[in-house]
């Protein structure tokens, strides 16, 4: 999963992307990149390198990136092995000068590198994303111009299986944005007026947009390529579909609360499933003795505000954050991850101490981060712990974007509700349902492959992909 940012027309590009890509820091922290383009000289700007947005993108770094035009990213790795030679935004000089960054996964990258390789086409990087860039380049000199354009992102479609959203700079034509056919990653546009003319941009969420004055905003539709070229005008084409499967994770996880997808605020969702999840407990266990309801910072709060609600209990902020540790699941090592998960909730003891505790969560995927909650608040002395998860038990990998791509990762594959509460040490763990997910969202149209195994595009390269994904992790512990 990443953050991606693009714009078109604006005389701060650069600034713009960096704006975008603060609101998108969540999605990805591994590592960033701008590439900007002066459509009037021609000349391509680029600057990235592992770290936040705030320790690469300085602001005198900023200032040396000219151009109306350009994209961005924040990473967050599922292919690669995490150093520099990853970081996006790609780049090709041929033909026109285009750069890529894209948020997703490509599930026969293996495949399609092995094919580029017979074509004596040698990649720099262990990255889909540069495979992506490399189909398209190769089509689009087939065909320059407009339909070129066009044509180079139906080679994409035809070619590549996956969840994608992707930007592309291309020097002399403007910005391309597109998203898979299924439309399993997010991806948004909006304009607004600068000095007498329009600008575009694109994001990965549409706070990136709202917060820098975008409106109109929408989401690209499956398999829908849209054009900003550098002359104002603006082509859109939906050049493939398949069954709308925008990914549920967006809105139980990684969307930041703030956000709108597909015409439905994060926000409302959160607190839905919390709601849903309250009169599950009042119908399958009216026995639940609780005290207090108490949200795992930061993505369940509208969650467990609404949870409370429902049961009549008070809402109680018993663990604090740590502001400066990053998101935990999305770091690409579990012993990084562990080792965060130490540092990263503080418990407030008067809080906690001989209370009944509903400790309400997003998630629960390896049951690293659950695991050490429920020891920090019997440790802190709480009586019992009710672990609610607001998703439903995660028994399947993701291929689409989400780093947990093998089963044996997953703490409710295999695994009974008795024996995942025996393993993270909860005296109840009570999970949403399917149903519940499809009620809170009001439609069945998702990828819920994570919790159904029911896959939206072909998995048939993906065990190829984990083989690779683990080769990457091998290396770089190799390297700690």
């Known amino acids: 999963m990443c953050g991606i940012f693009a714009v078109s027309g604006s005389e701060q590009a650069a600034a713009e992307i960096y704006m975008g890509l603060m609101h998108l820091q969540h999605r990805g922290q591994d590592a960033c990149g701008i590439t900007t383009c002066d459509t009037a000289s021609g000349e391509v700007y680029r600057l990235k390198d592992v ?5 690469v993108l300085t602001e005198a770094r900023i200032a040396e990136l000219k ?10 790795p599922t292919v690669g092995t995490g150093d520099r030679r990853e970081v996006q935004p790609f780049f090709i000089k041929r033909p026109d000068g285009i750069g890529m960054a894209f948020n997703g996964n490509v599930v026969n990258y293996p495949l399609l590198k092995q094919k ?7 990649l720099t990087s262990n990255s889909d994303a540069e495979v992506l860039l490399q189909i398209f380049a190769d089509e689009y000199e087939k065909r320059n111009g407009t339909e070129g354009i066009f044509s180079a992102v139906k080679k994409v479609y035809d070619e590549v299986i996956g969840g994608y959203a992707v930007v592309t700079v291309i020097a002399n034509k403007g910005i391309l944005a597109f998203k898979d056919p299924n439309g399993i990653r997010p991806l948004a546009m909006g304009e607004k007026e600068a000095n007498g003319k329009k600008n575009y941009a694109f994001a990965s969420e549409s706070i990136a947009l709202s917060m820098q004055g975008y409106t109109n905003i929408r989401d690209l539709k499956p398999g829908e390529a849209v054009l900003a070229e550098n002359t104002g005008e603006i082509h859109s084409r939906q050049l493939e579909y398949e069954k709308a499967a925008p990914c549920v994770f967006e809105w139980v996880y990684f969307s930041t609360v703030e956000s709108v997808i597909e015409g439905k605020p994060v926000y409302d969702v959160r607190k839905k499933l919390g709601k849903f999840l309250a009169q599950k407990i009042k119908r399958e266990m009216p026995e639940l003795q609780a005290d207090l309801v108490m949200p795992v910072p930061d993505t369940s709060r509208p969650a467990a505000s609404a949870l409370a609600n429902e049961l009549g209990l008070p809402l109680e902020e018993g663990l604090i954050k740590n502001r400066y540790i990053g998101r935990t699941f999305i770091m690409p090592i579990q012993k990084t991850r562990e080792n965060a998960v130490n540092l990263k909730l503080k418990p407030i003891e008067s809080v906690i101490r001989g209370k009944n505790i509903v400790v309400v969560d997003d998630s629960i995927v390896r049951g690293t981060t659950s695991k050490r909650i429920v020891k920090l608040l019997k440790g802190s002395g709480a009586n019992k ?4 998860s607001t998703f439903p038990p995660i028994i399947s990998p993701c291929y689409y974007g989400i780093d947990f791509q093998r089963s044996e990762e997953l703490i409710a594959s295999g695994r009974t509700i008795e024996e995942i509460e025996k393993e993270i040490g909860a005296d109840k763990v009570i999970y949403m349902d399917v149903e519940g997910l499809h009620e809170a969202l009001g439609t069945k149209e998702l990828c819920t492959a994570c919790v159904t195994k029911n896959y939206p595009t072909s998995t048939k390269h993906a065990a190829a992909l984990t083989e690779l994904r683990e080769q990457h992790i091998a290396q770089i512990t190799g390297k700690c």
């Open 51 to 55: 770290g936040l947005v705030s320790e």
């Open 116 to 122: 580029l390789k017979e074509e004596r086409v040698y």
């Open 385 to 388: 712990v009710y672990f609610v």
């Open 67 to 76: 151009g109306n035009i350009g994209i961005g990213q924040t990473r967050y």
